[in-house]
């Protein structure tokens, strides 16, 4: 198990970037591969991006692919998710999310954060 907690959210302008941090401790920061996750008010949670243990692997919902990049330092337990070209879709709040295994995935993923809220100003 490990313990994640978001950070970098805030208010941004359409167009703009943000870059989200997830810090994390507990299990072994690579042993676990990470996802960022988000869900909008009154949606269903929906994934975003996803990267594997060691940060070889990525993946990317079509929504955010070209314009997202998720990435992970393990030297300092913390993953990231840059955001660019932010659009009016994008709003909600983002949640770092971690695996039980290694191995990338956009399911099964165990550890959660508590959210970091974005929102796009027109």
């Known amino acids: 198990q490990v313990q994640l907690v978001e950070s970098g959210g805030g208010l941004v302008q359409a167009g703009g970037s943000l870059r989200l941090s997830c810090a994390a401790s507990?299990?072994?920061?690579?042993?676990?591969?990470l996802g960022w996750f988000r869900r909008a008010p009154g949606k269903e949670r929906e994934f975003v991006a996803a990267?594997?243990?060691?940060?070889?692997?990525?993946d990317y919902a079509d929504s955010v692919k070209g314009r997202f990049t998720i990435s992970r330092d393990n030297a300092k337990n913390t993953a990231y998710l840059q955001m660019n070209s932010l659009k009016p879709e994008d709003p909600a709040v983002y949640y770092c999310?971690?695996?039980?295994?290694?191995?990338?995935?956009?399911?099964?993923?165990?550890?959660w954060g508590q959210g970091t809220q974005v929102t796009i100003s027109s």
């Open positions: 507990g299990r072994t920061f690579s042993s676990v591969a």
């Open positions: 990267i594997s243990g060691t940060g070889t692997y990525s």
């Open positions: 999310a971690g695996r039980r295994w290694a191995v990338i995935g956009r399911s099964d993923f165990a550890s």
